[in-house]
């Protein structure tokens, strides 16, 4: 049911929560639809709370942090406080994580970055966030990702936890030891709730499983951090003194920041740590199908895009579709790896063609990237690439039409990847997937306008992944 709240038409509710609700409305002032935030009117009867809220509402809306939802404008009407913030078609951490299971580590490094980049922002302005968990995370179609309710931040300058009224601002679950007891608190207190989202996304649960506030409470205060290989097997090593850092009772011993946080986990991806017996694979069971993640699979790359990095897609040409042989020889022109390290007083070996022995490597394969062009009503529309070196997407529109040019991939195991490229009509969006299982790829081109698909290229042949 529609209706008018000053010059807001709210037209829905998006979300609930212990602060207020979330409606989707329209701005009939600026002919836009927004997000709109209302607070709940408890809360609007606290003078501190009103006070703090317009305080720093109005640093917030100071950010200019890409990863931060804009705040288009705050305020009061018929008693009731209020934010006007940009609306993300998207899902958040929660949902997703409700939905499609444990992220891959890669995928929630991704995520982990980019909200740390936001909390990094903030912490610089001054503000501490005090409620960083997966449901105030939004992922974007694209894979790009918001950290929202800044609006309720407390500064750095204020002095307690709680309001007057004693209103906790904050999730239980995710609550830094130091919020529940009378010493300051700093930027490292998100820095913990950081690292307890960073474990929930590898395995799908949170740090503590109390069922009670009392049990939460003592956990934070007493409870050592959980080690995310304890409930997921395959993941490095390295992440259970990564998540044990961050959730350290002791703020003097965490990371510094968020970024550190996020650059800690993103080492770890490059982790050689053995798997456990127990969960290493059997050599002959077909490869295991793993959850997908259609927004953050299909933005990783995206990432870079929209933080306006995109060296390597600018050097790609269009390419015309062709034939993708599943295996490429070598050319005559090409030399094979015709002479073998030699140590001192011997030979170098004779020549020998790649594949005659056994023990000699394979010379490197001449095609590691393949592209193919989208033909619309006669005109050539659109083009998509797959990289087999450093698993790359690219998909490039070029022509700005209200329609949109996107990429697709699937492996021969059944795992589907997206690029798109949002009628930028810039150089071709670059999305890297980091497909590191063994296996083969092929792709298409699509064209969409809206939900409704217009076209594609047929499928190309399978190529080896990650070659």
């Known amino acids: 049911m529609k209706w008018q709240f000053g010059p807001y038409r709210v037209e829905g509710l998006i979300a609930r929560g212990g602060m207020g609700e979330i409606m989707r409305a329209y701005d009939t002032r600026h002919d836009r639809v927004v997000a709109l935030k209302l607070l709940a009117a408890n809360l609007a009867a606290d003078d501190e709370f009103r006070d703090r809220f317009k305080r720093e509402a109005h640093a917030a809306g100071r950010l200019r942090e890409p990863h931060v939802i804009p705040i288009h404008a705050y305020g009061e009407i018929d008693g ?47 503000l501490v966030h005090r409620d960083v968990k997966p449901s105030n995370i939004l992922v974007a179609e694209n894979g790009f990702a918001y950290l929202v309710d800044f609006g309720i931040a407390a500064s750095l300058r204020a002095s307690g936890n709680l309001t007057s009224t004693g209103y906790a601002v904050g999730t239980l679950a995710y609550m830094a030891p130091e919020r529940f007891e009378d010493g300051p608190v700093d930027h490292r207190a998100d820095v913990y709730s950081l690292a307890c989202v960073l474990y929930q996304c590898l395995t799908g649960a949170k740090p503590f499983a109390g069922d009670t506030a009392a049990s939460l409470i003592n956990a934070h205060l007493n409870h050592q951090p959980p080690l995310p290989s304890a409930a997921r097997g395959d993941l490095p090593r390295e992440f259970d003194h990564i998540v044990a850092r961050g959730m350290a009772k002791n703020p003097a011993d965490r990371y510094d920041s968020a970024g550190q946080l996020a650059r800690a986990a993103s080492q770890a991806l490059t982790s050689v ?195």
């Open 80 to 126: 009731r406080l209020y934010l006007d913030m940009r609306l993300v078609e998207g899902g958040d951490v929660g949902s997703l994580l409700g939905a499609n299971g444990p992220m891959r580590p890669a995928d929630a490094v991704a995520i982990l970055e980019q909200v740390a980049q936001a909390l990094d922002a903030a912490h610089a302005e001054g």
């Open 273 to 467: 740590t053995a798997v456990p017996s127990e969960y290493a694979p059997v050599t002959a069971a077909p490869p295991r199908r793993r959850a997908r993640w259609p927004y953050v699979a299909a933005g990783v790359g995206v990432l870079a895009v929209l933080a306006g990095s995109i060296a390597v897609a600018s050097a790609m040409r269009t390419e015309s579709g062709q034939a993708i042989p599943a295996e490429t020889p070598p050319t005559a022109d090409e030399p094979l790896d015709s002479v073998a390290p030699t140590s001192a007083g011997e030979e170098p070996a004779e020549a020998t063609e790649a594949g005659a022995d056994s023990e000699t490597a394979p010379a490197t394969p001449v095609q590691t990237k393949w592209c193919q062009t989208l033909t619309y009503e006669g005109e050539e529309r659109g083009s998509g690439c797959f990289e087999a070196i450093g698993d790359h997407l690219f998909a490039h529109d070029t022509s700005k039409d209200g329609m949109w040019i996107q990429t697709v991939a699937e492996t021969d195991y059944g795992r589907v990847a997206v690029c798109k490229d949002l009628n930028s009509m810039g150089d071709p969006v670059d999305c890297n997937f980091d497909m590191k299982e063994s296996g083969r790829v092929h792709f298409k081109v699509e064209l969409w306008d809206g939900k409704a698909k217009l076209g594609e290229t047929p499928w190309s042949d399978f190529v080896p992944i990650g070659q």
